[in-house]
C-alpha cells in the first residue's frame, strides 16, 4: 500500500519528465523486477521489496492508463473512456 501511494505521487513527476508511454514501459520493467524478486526471494526484506516495487508499478499504472488511452484512440471514441 505505501509503494502504490509513492508510485501514484511520483507518477505526475514521472510522466511529466518521461512522457506517459515511457514511464508505463518502465512500471513495466519495474513491474517484473518485482515478480523476480517475489518468486525468487528466499528472505523478507527481499519479498518486502518485491512487494513495494510491486505496488510502486501499479501506482504508475492508475496514474497513466486513463489520460495515455484518452490520448491514443480516436476521436469518436473518447467520449467512452
Known amino acids: 500500500m505505501i509503494g502504490t ?3 501514484g ?3 505526475a513527476i514521472q510522466s511529466n519528465y518521461f512522457g506517459r508511454k515511457k514511464t ?3 512500471s513495466n520493467i519495474i ?3 518485482s515478480i523476480l524478486c517475489i518468486r525468487f526471494g528466499r528472505s523478507l526484506p527481499i519479498l518486502y521489496f518485491g512487494r513495494m516495487m510491486a505496488g510502486y508499478a ?3 499504472c492508475n496514474g497513466n ?5 484518452s490520448e491514443i484512440c480516436q476521436p469518436r471514441i473518447r467520449m467512452f473512456t
Open 5 to 7: 501511494m509513492v508510485g
Open 31 to 33: 513491474e517484473l523486477c
Open 9 to 11: 505521487l511520483g507518477c
Open 58 to 60: 501499479l501506482g504508475l
Open 65 to 69: 492508463i486513463p489520460p495515455y488511452t
Open 24 to 26: 508505463l514501459m518502465a
